[in-house]
C-alpha cells in the first residue's frame, strides 16, 4: 500500500474514533461543504476551527453557540475533507444539546475540468424532528471558471437518504435525492474572501419534494491565522415532517482560525 494512501487513512480513522466521543446525538439538514474547503496545491494538512453565534427563526427564537472544526488532508489528485459541528441551542430558559453532525468527503481530480467525489453523513435535528438521518451520495464536480479571483463551480451528485422521523410510530423513509450545488468563491482583496453556495435536493422520481439550502459567507482576516466570519443561511423544505417548519433563517457571526 502506498505511503501517500496510509498517512490519510491514519488520519481519518484516529478523528472518527475521537470525534464522536463529543457527540451524544447528531443534526444540521444540509451542510455547506464549498466554504471549508481550502484551495491549495500543496500536499498536506490543511483545515480551521470555527466559533459562531446563530439568530435563528423559525417561528421560534433561537440562540445557538457553534463550534466547527474541519480538516482535510490532499496528496496527489485526491483530497479527503472531514468537518464536525456541535452546537449549544437555547430557548428562553431552555438549553438543548442536540445539534451536531459529521461528514466525509473524497475528491479525485481528474482533469482540471472534471473531478468525482463521494461522501457521506450522518446527521440529527430536535428543531425539524429529524431523529436522524443517514446519507451517501457520489458524482461528478466541475470547475466552470478557475480564476485566481473567481471561482465557480457545479456538482450533480445523486445521493441515497435513510432517516427516521421523531414522531408516535419512529416514522422512517428512505429515498435517492440528487444534491445539486452551484457555488461561487469570490477573492475581495488579500483580506476578505465571499462565498455564496445554493443547493437544490429534490426527491429523484419526485421533483415536489426538495430542499433548498443558500448561504453567502463573508470571511474577513483579522491578524495572523485569525478570521473575522458573518453568514446567512436560507434553507427550505418543501415537505417537512409533521409539525416542523418548512423555513429556517440563520444569522452568523464568529470566529475562524485556519490552518
Not at 466547527?68 to 431552555?94: A, C, N
Request: charged letters at 20%.
Amino acid at each position: 500500500m502506498r505511503r501517500s494512501f496510509i498517512i490519510p487513512t491514519i488520519f481519518l480513522v484516529i478523528f472518527l474514533l475521537i470525534f464522536p466521543l463529543m457527540l451524544s446525538r447528531l443534526s444540521c439538514q444540509i451542510v455547506n461543504v464549498e466554504s471549508l474547503r481550502k484551495q491549495t496545491d500543496t500536499t498536506g494538512f490543511a483545515g480551521g476551527i470555527e466559533f459562531n453565534g446563530t439568530f435563528l427563526d423559525n417561528d421560534k427564537v433561537i440562540y445557538t453557540l457553534q463550534v466547527l472544526p474541519h480538516v482535510q488532508y490532499k496528496w496527489d489528485r485526491d483530497l479527503l475533507l472531514v468537518i464536525g459541528d456541535y452546537k449549544l441551542t437555547k430557548s428562553d430558559d431552555v438549553a438543548f444539546e442536540d445539534a451536531a453532525f459529521l461528514h466525509f468527503r473524497h475528491n479525485h481530480e481528474f482533469t482540471d475540468l472534471f473531478r468525482w467525489e463521494s461522501f457521506t453523513q450522518i446527521q440529527h435535528n430536535k428543531v425539524t424532528k429529524l431523529d436522524y438521518r443517514i446519507l451517501l451520495g457520489t458524482g461528478p464536480r466541475l470547475k466552470l471558471i478557475g480564476q485566481e479571483k473567481f471561482r465557480m463551480y457545479l456538482g450533480i451528485i445523486p445521493m441515497y437518504q435513510y432517516e427516521r422521523i421523531q414522531d408516535e410510530e419512529g416514522t422512517i423513509e428512505d429515498n435517492f435525492r440528487l444534491s445539486n450545488y452551484l457555488s461561487f468563491t469570490f477573492l475581495l482583496s488579500e483580506q476578505a474572501l465571499l462565498y455564496s453556495t445554493s443547493y437544490f435536493q429534490p426527491v429523484w422520481n419526485t421533483w415536489k419534494d426538495y430542499r433548498f439550502y443558500n448561504e453567502q459567507k463573508l470571511e474577513v482576516k483579522l491578524i495572523g491565522n485569525l478570521h473575522l466570519t458573518v453568514s446567512s443561511v436560507y434553507t427550505w423544505d418543501n415537505q417537512p415532517p409533521e409539525g416542523a417548519p418548512p423555513r429556517t433563517l440563520q444569522i452568523k457571526t464568529g470566529l475562524l482560525y485556519s490552518f
